[in-house]
């Protein structure tokens, strides 16, 4: 690897990562329409369940067909409406884009936006209560892991300022964590925390699933923005077959139960501590051959991906 030259015209992909050989083979199955209704509530509710516990929250989940952009999108067009104030911190491309994707749906945008290669501080604390006093926003946007930076941002503290600010919403993406790091929603206070079945847990690029704190329903009720990727028709569908919005997606939905099965075989614990593991050999490995890291030395790295510094 001493001459970074001859990979400046590697092709680099957001993903998909490999699937699971679970999921493949639950993608393999065949779900034709006998089995809808309420088998297809037994499992959506079962994942949906394990899903909580993935994303650290006792409120809702919801699990929506598409990419975790679907979501993104729809928790942004359902809580907010023009003219409302946002708060984007952002310690990466992710993060900072929460801001433009706020802009794009009428709202003003505040950004606390630090060096692509650092992860939320004290510092950034410091500006966040700053910019809270001074712009009053209904919501606040982070990143949990910054996938292009390698970064993985601390949101406990920046969740107790939220509650001691008395911001009404938080909204978290944690696409590039969940399943493989500590996600902690409730701890965090955050109101809605957002995932995909891409990334960590090993599937297709379908699903993706948020978890919606009562606060936040009642917000998204308030709104009441309709749309494809509006969240209101999925408030209570777990409940009911007949009410469930658009084609249930057996595969992807089994195939994220068969990944979760997986995880949960090996244990939360061991899945979290085996990625640290690897992402450290990962970054030893890389630092021995002279390859410098992306994050600064003060930034927390991901544990789940691993960004290099190219000249
Ligand atoms: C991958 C990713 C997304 C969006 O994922 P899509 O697959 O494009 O839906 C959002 N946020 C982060 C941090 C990601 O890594």
Redo the contacts with the bound molecule.
């Keep these: 690897m001493s001459d970074f030259h001859s990979y400046a015209s590697l092709p680099f992909y957001?993903?998909p990562v490999s699937l699971h050989p679970a999921a493949a083979r639950a993608l393999s199955r065949d779900y034709g329409p006998p089995r809808m209704g309420d088998d297809y509530l037994r499992l959506y509710g079962s994942v949906r369940s394990r899903l909580q516990k993935a994303l650290g929250t006792r409120e809702d989940v919801i699990l929506g067909t598409g990419?975790?952009?679907l979501v993104?999108w729809g928790a942004l067009k359902s809580l907010l409406r023009p003219g409302d104030t946002v708060l984007s911190v952002g310690t990466g491309v992710?993060g900072d884009g929460f801001a433009d994707m706020a802009r794009a749906i009428g709202c003003r945008a505040v950004c606390i936006s630090e060096p692509y290669d650092r992860t939320i501080s004290e510092s950034t604390l410091q500006r966040v209560a700053e910019a809270v006093r001074l712009h009053r926003p209904l919501l606040i946007t982070a990143?949990h892991?910054?996938?292009p930076s390698g970064t993985l941002n601390p949101l406990e503290a920046l969740g107790a300022l939220k509650k001691d600010l008395g911001v009404p919403f938080l909204v978290v993406?944690a696409?590039?964590s969940v399943g493989g790091a500590p996600v902690r929603a409730d701890a965090w206070n955050a109101d809605c925390v957002l995932g995909?079945s891409?990334?960590c847990l090993s599937c297709p690029?379908d699903m993706c699933c948020m978890s919606v704190s009562a606060a936040a329903w009642e917000r998204i009720a308030e709104v009441g923005y309709a749309g494809y990727d509006a969240l209101t028709p999925f408030r209570g569908a777990a409940e009911d077959a007949m009410r469930f919005p658009y084609t249930p997606n057996w595969w992807g939905v089994a195939a994220l139960s068969a990944a979760l099965n997986a995880l949960e075989e090996e244990g939360w614990d061991a899945v979290f501590a085996r990625n640290e593991a690897t992402a450290k050999l990962c970054r030893e490995g890389l630092v021995r051959r002279g390859v410098a890291l992306w994050p600064a030395q003060d930034a927390v790295c991901s544990p789940t991906v691993t960004a290099i510094s190219v000249p």
Excluded: S
Aim: hydrophobic share 40%.
């Design positions: 957001p993903g990419e975790a952009m993104l992710f990143v892991c910054e996938t993406d696409v590039a995909g891409q990334k690029p």
